[in-house]
């Protein structure tokens, strides 16, 4: 699947917005025509996100619009202004939120945001906006066109600031052919890549052994993509023990946990690190000694084919032979 890539860093205007995502083949029907005239032109918070509830969006872009709304609400409400969202603030929100949703990107990923020296149309906000919610800034002497809202569905629909991958772009969407704005790139991962996985990694050097064990179970059980121990010496010479665990995104904040529970560590690093992978499957083969799932990994020049270790160290305990003769007589076939 195909994930955006957000290009903020000339300004995000609410228009501009919504005519990139459309250039890249979001819904029409989508836009302006998903709330009712009923309302007034100005209301509270908790009364936007009922309006938004209560209308014919679809369930994602509800979300997405409801938590765009509160963002913006709660921000205001912590800089001490009134909590009011304007009615053109909630069609934006609505609107964008459902076109995101109609493009059915794996992930969306933003750049960053300029901030302008100058007087901005609402400078206060943004800068609490991009604080709150970890976005990498930059300044400029001129004026940053950034909508507060933009930048409300901005921080709801991403989760970081991505700017060093490689990607193979699909397709681009202009907010704004003839001057500078803001593009939305519609794109993949190189072949052969994967999304990127987080490394967290901890140094302990007060743990047992048993403790550091366990803790490796709960880990993998919790669905860590692999754990593993490294002897290293700390400060005064100790002897110690650097935990490291390769996890998925949505992962990082369980294992966070299991290793501050289990363990006596006070501290965890962690990073976001790529990988380049084979495709692969699994597939059953017929052997002498009957089937056997095999891992195939595919390479430009051809692939390559391992038994499963489970069903050679089952194999092996019932015939009573060496694994490693299995293991090749196996081999042999594939």
């Given at each position: 699947?195909?994930?955006?890539?957000?290009?903020?860093?000339?300004?995000?205007?609410?228009?501009?917005?919504?005519?990139?995502?459309?250039?890249?083949?979001?819904?029409?029907?989508?836009?302006?025509?998903?709330?009712?005239?009923?309302f007034?032109?100005?209301?509270?918070?908790?009364?936007?996100?009922?309006?938004?509830?209560?209308?014919?969006?679809?369930?994602?872009?509800?979300?997405?619009?409801?938590?765009?709304i509160?963002?913006?609400?709660?921000?205001?409400?912590?800089?001490?202004?009134?909590?009011?969202?304007?009615?053109?603030?909630?069609?934006?929100?609505?609107?964008?939120?459902?076109?995101?949703?109609?493009l059915?990107?794996?992930?969306?990923?933003?750049?960053?945001?300029?901030?302008?020296?100058?007087?901005?149309?609402?400078?206060?906000?943004?800068?609490?906006?991009a604080?709150?919610?970890?976005?990498?800034?930059f300044?400029?002497?001129?004026?940053?066109?950034?909508?507060?809202?933009a930048?409300?569905?901005?921080?709801?629909?991403?989760?970081?600031?991505?700017?060093?991958?490689?990607?193979?772009?699909?397709?681009?969407?202009?907010?704004?052919?003839?001057?500078?704005g803001?593009?939305i790139f519609?794109?993949?991962?190189?072949?052969?890549?994967?999304?990127?996985?987080?490394?967290?990694?901890?140094n302990?050097?007060?743990?047992?052994?048993?403790?550091?064990?366990?803790?490796?179970?709960?880990?993998?059980?919790?669905?860590?993509?692999?754990?593993?121990?490294?002897?290293?010496?700390?400060?005064?010479?100790?002897?110690?023990?650097?935990?490291?665990?390769?996890c998925?995104?949505?992962?990082?904040?369980?294992?966070?946990?299991?290793?501050?529970?289990?363990?006596?560590?006070?501290?965890?690093?962690?990073?976001?690190?790529?990988?380049?992978?084979?495709?692969?499957?699994?597939?059953?083969?017929?052997?002498?000694?009957?089937?056997?799932?095999?891992?195939?990994?595919?390479?430009?020049?051809?692939?390559?084919?391992?038994?499963?270790?489970?069903?050679?160290a089952?194999?092996?305990?019932?015939?009573?032979?060496?694994?490693?003769?299995?293991?090749?007589?196996?081999?042999k076939?594939?």
């Amino acid at each position: 699947m195909e994930s955006l890539y957000i290009d903020c860093r000339q300004g995000i205007r609410d228009e501009e917005f919504i005519q990139a995502l459309l250039e890249l083949g979001g819904n029409a029907g989508c836009v302006g025509k998903l709330l009712d005239d009923s309302f007034e032109k100005t209301f509270d918070t908790e009364k936007a996100t009922e309006i938004v509830t209560n209308s014919h969006m679809t369930g994602k872009g509800k979300g997405l619009a409801k938590k765009s709304i509160e963002i913006l609400g709660n921000v205001r409400k912590h800089m001490g202004m009134e909590q009011k969202v304007q009615r053109d603030e909630l069609e934006t929100a609505a609107s964008v939120s459902e076109l995101i949703c109609s493009l059915k990107p794996s992930e969306v990923f933003r750049s960053g945001i300029p901030v302008g020296l100058r007087e901005d149309s609402a400078p206060g906000e943004l800068c609490e906006i991009a604080e709150r919610y970890r976005f990498q800034v930059f300044f400029t002497s001129q004026k940053a066109a950034v909508s507060p809202v933009a930048l409300a569905v901005l921080a709801a629909v991403t989760e970081e600031t991505r700017d060093s991958e490689t990607f193979l772009i699909k397709r681009i969407g202009y907010g704004n052919r003839k001057e500078r704005g803001v593009r939305i790139f519609q794109i993949r991962s190189e072949t052969g890549q994967e999304e990127p996985v987080y490394k967290l990694e901890s140094n302990i050097d007060d743990c047992s052994g048993e403790a550091l064990g366990y803790v490796m179970e709960r880990l993998l059980a919790a669905g860590a993509r692999d754990v593993n121990y490294i002897p290293v010496y700390m400060k005064k010479n100790r002897p110690a023990y650097q935990l490291n665990v390769l996890c998925d995104a949505d992962k990082v904040s369980q294992m966070e946990s299991i290793i501050f529970a289990e363990t006596t560590t006070i501290g965890i690093r962690k990073m976001k690190v790529e990988r380049t992978v084979l495709k692969r499957e699994i597939k059953k083969a017929d052997t002498p000694y009957g089937q056997v799932r095999v891992k195939v990994c595919r390479l430009a020049e051809g692939e390559k084919c391992y038994p499963e270790y489970e069903d050679v160290a089952a194999l092996s305990r019932k015939l009573n032979r060496p694994f490693i003769q299995v293991y090749q007589d196996i081999l042999k076939e594939l």
